[in-house]
């Protein structure tokens, strides 16, 4: 199985700042067709997970442009600009290329 | 508009069986995946398998021996049986909707569920 590795495990932000998430996996994402599956999702409290960003860097309908993805092969980070109070849940990457499918163990991102 | 929806048992005693469905609308279940995905108090997601558009499942291998994945496209619903529960089953379990149509291979899940929580207890 693949295995994401994620740090930090928790982030301390002032609102109006910006931050960075790793996120590395074990073995190359990027499939045999030629795309690199790698996903981040967050997670507010007492909800579900939200799609934000798919194949590395493709923001989903509707996400911030203060929100980005970068990187290739095992190596990938998101990152946060103008952070805001929603922003505030834990942030997991994920990757679709190899089953079984697997995440990140999260990043929380707290209020400093 | 797409929604998912789980629904099934909060409690199941050890060694039982767990029965959840997912209804889906506004997509049809023919044309994309859907996963279950789950997630123990206070920890990480864990994905379980997948419902794939053309009637496939995969499963995590970890799971595989316990777990089955099978739908209705009649009544737009996914089911997740599995069998010989622990308590470290306990958790909430999502159903999710992978992000592009007719997909053979990954992507990526756009849509959740709300989740179901599940307590292995007796």
């Known amino acids: 199985d693949v295995v994401m590795t994620q740090t930090p495990v928790s982030l301390s932000v002032s609102l109006g700042g910006q931050v960075s998430i790793s996120c590395r996996s074990s073995?190359?994402?990027?499939?045999?067709?030629?795309?690199?599956?790698l996903s981040w999702y967050l997670q507010k409290p007492g909800q579900s997970p939200q799609l934000l960003i798919y194949k590395v860097s493709n923001r989903f309908s509707g996400i911030s442009d203060r929100f980005s993805g970068s990187g290739s092969g095992t190596d990938f980070t998101l990152k946060i600009s103008r952070v805001e109070p929603d922003d505030l849940g834990v942030y997991y990457c994920?990757?679709?290329?190899?089953?079984?499918?697997?995440f990140g163990g999260g990043t929380k991102l707290e209020l400093k | 508009q797409v929604q998912l929806k789980e629904s099934g048992p909060g409690l199941v005693q050890p060694s039982q069986t767990l029965s959840l469905t997912c209804t889906v609308s506004?997509?049809?279940?023919?044309?994309?995946?859907v996963h279950w995905v789950r997630q123990p108090p206070g920890k990480g997601l864990e994905w379980m398998g997948r419902m794939r558009y053309n009637g496939d499942t995969s499963y995590n291998s970890a799971l595989k021996s316990r777990l089955s994945i099978s739908r209705d496209t009649s009544k737009n619903q996914v089911f997740l049986k599995m069998n010989s529960l622990q308590t470290d089953d306990t958790g909430t379990y999502y159903c999710?909707?992978?992000?592009?149509?007719?997909?053979?291979?990954?992507?990526?899940?756009?849509?959740w569920g709300q989740g179901v929580m599940v307590t292995v207890s007796s």
């Open positions: 999710t909707r992978e992000t592009f149509p007719f997909l053979n291979y990954g992507s990526s899940l756009d849509y």
């Open positions: 073995q190359s994402l990027v499939h045999n067709n030629g795309n690199t599956y």
């Open positions: 506004g997509f049809s279940l023919t044309s994309y995946n």
């Open positions: 994920g990757q679709g290329t190899q089953y079984p499918w697997t």
